[in-house]
């Protein structure tokens, strides 16, 4: 096996846990809430914690990284996220859980930057498509296959194994980075002053940002004084961040690296494909639940398989990447994916399982096509010292992206939901002829039962018909949400021509050539 792809191997087994532990715990908090007597608002806070110190990380990987080495950063994210694992497993009350999940998101934060920005510096520029692909499928995959592996760790044995089960790999994941990774000159560690003013702000506002996401739902958004007051703080917290950083000899996250038009559009674009992706994955088991009688099991099925189309598309994708004008396959992948919003958002109460899946696939199929071209373009006129300050840059703003993706689809489900339902109650008038038709039938029909009484059976069929008007509501609104996600993403797809098409400028050449050295 070349050393790459050790090394790949590397750093690709601690990340996949890492993105693996955003979503396992989803399917445990019912078994969470249970051992500890808690309520559902205070056991969320283990989701929710974990979700926020994992966001405060990631956009410091790169200064982090300088400060004290990136090996060392590496191997001390693995090691605090493995022994946090286990402390999360022990955890003898919902508060020592809370915290311990706090240190777990701090353990994990920087893997997937510096994965991604690892795996860029080992493979040459010829096969970074390759190099994307094996990142791209740990990202996507992961976030499927929490819930599903969570659930039957949780039924079949307890929810603390689904911390235990980070223990081996994390160990695993320790020996082989001291073995096989070695730092280039440019992120050794580096003395430097230390940007006070830009680590506070940078940790309250996207600290803050990330619970208005993350709450703001459950708390009636802006009617809530808690979330009202937290959205203040985070903008005035990120615009002064962003200030400071302009100014700052030594800067947190280097802002000044939005000034390359093909990282700022890739970026973007990155933050609405996860938009789509995660407003897609939390709709649909919602919809196939309540909607469409579908088990957990089956519904899993559905986003599991979809998710499966991913992984065998990134393969091919990849090495297409490095032969032909990448922006193809990211054109290509936008349009798929914004054609699945638009299938989803012709689903009807009537669909079948072929028809429902499909339309995951399909999105499996847009997302795997667009996303190696997609990280591989914008990243690929970055230099390599500033490699691991752009994938942190460019992790937030996906997992804020795909956080913002469930935020949306869940308020907009509930907004739209009530819209739909005061339409559609306009039609259940006496004067209305089609609801007229239908009270009728039913009425005789339920007389024909054994409901004795007019009076009886036309208040059960009031009633029949009312609990239709509510499903068909429900079923308008996921229409609507995937609609918006299907205008979303044909409006991101004029940005595919302010990307370069790749190649390296000279510096790179240079740095990938001492990189190649090194390893």
Not at 318 to 325: A, R
Not at 492 to 507: A, D, E, H, M, R
């Given at each position: 096996m070349n050393n790459?792809?050790?090394?790949?191997?590397?750093?690709?087994?601690?990340?996949?846990?890492?993105?693996?532990?955003?979503?396992?715990v989803t399917v445990s908090l019912d078994h969470i809430r249970g051992t500890f007597s808690a309520g559902v608002d205070e056991?969320?806070?283990?989701l929710t914690s974990y979700l926020v110190s994992n966001a405060?990380?990631?956009p410091m990987t790169g200064w982090l990284s300088r400060l004290i080495g990136r090996k060392n950063y590496l191997i001390l994210s693995i090691t605090v996220f493995t022994v946090s694992s286990f402390l999360c497993g022990i955890a003898w009350s919902l508060g020592s859980l809370i915290f311990f999940r706090v240190v777990q998101g701090i353990g994990g934060g920087g893997l997937q930057p510096l994965s991604q920005a690892i795996l860029l510096e080992s493979f040459p520029q010829k096969q970074h498509g390759t190099a994307m692909a094996v990142f791209g499928i740990g990202i996507l995959f992961g976030p499927i296959i929490g819930p599903l592996l969570g659930g039957w760790i949780s039924d079949n044995w307890a929810w603390q194994w689904i911390f235990f089960i980070n223990i081996p790999i994390g160990i695993i994941s320790i020996i082989m980075n001291l073995i096989f990774i070695k730092d280039p000159p440019y992120v050794q560690k580096t003395k430097m002053k230390i940007d006070y003013w830009g680590l506070i702000l940078l940790t309250v506002g996207l600290g803050t940002l990330q619970l208005v996401i993350e709450k703001g739902q459950r708390e009636d958004w802006f009617s809530s004084s808690f979330i009202l007051w937290f959205f203040i703080i985070a903008v005035v917290s990120l615009i002064l961040f962003v200030i400071v950083e302009l100014f700052s000899e030594h800067p947190v996250v280097n802002l000044r690296i939005f000034r390359d038009?093909?990282?700022?559009?890739?970026?973007?674009?990155?933050?609405?494909?996860?938009?789509?992706?995660?407003s897609s994955i939390v709709m649909l088991p919602l919809y196939l639940q309540t909607l469409m009688g579908y088990t957990a099991t089956l519904a899993g099925m559905v986003i599991g398989l979809g998710g499966i189309v991913t992984v065998f598309v990134m393969p091919i994708v990849?090495?297409?990447?490095?032969?032909?004008?990448p922006r193809y396959p990211l054109a290509f992948g936008i349009v798929v994916s914004a054609l699945a919003a638009y299938s989803i958002a012709h689903l009807t109460l009537y669909s079948d399982f072929q028809a429902i899946l499909m339309t995951r696939m399909l999105l499996g199929v847009g997302m795997g096509s667009l996303m190696i071209?997609?990280?591989?373009?914008?990243?690929?006129?970055?230099?390599?010292e500033e490699m691991g300050n752009a994938a942190g840059i460019n992790n937030l703003l996906r997992n804020v992206g795909g956080s913002m993706g469930i935020a949306f689809a869940s308020t907009m489900l509930v907004s739209r939901s009530q819209v739909r339902q005061f339409q559609l109650v306009e039609h259940l008038s006496p004067f209305d002829i089609n609801y007229q038709m239908a009270s009728h039938k039913l009425s005789q029909a339920l007389v024909y039962k054994g409901y004795i009484g007019d009076y009886i059976s036309q208040r059960a069929s009031d009633g029949i018909i009312y609990a239709q008007v509510l499903r068909q509501a429900a079923m308008l609104s996921f229409n609507d949400v995937a609609y918006v996600?299907?205008?979303?993403?044909l409006c991101?797809?004029?940005?595919?021509?302010?990307?370069?098409?790749?190649?390296?400028?000279?510096?790179n050449r240079k740095s990938e050539q001492q990189n190649l050295d090194i390893h």
């Open positions: 790459k792809w050790l090394i790949a191997l590397s750093v690709i087994l601690p990340t996949f846990i890492e993105i693996v532990d955003t979503t396992i056991v969320t806070w283990t405060i990380i990631i038009p093909s990282f700022s559009a890739g970026t973007v674009v990155m933050f609405f494909a996860f938009f789509n992706l995660m990849g090495p297409l990447v490095s032969k032909t004008d071209p997609l990280m591989t373009i914008s990243m690929s006129h970055i230099k390599k996600t299907f205008i979303i993403m991101i797809l004029p940005l595919v021509f302010i990307l370069k098409k790749g190649g390296t400028n000279s510096t």
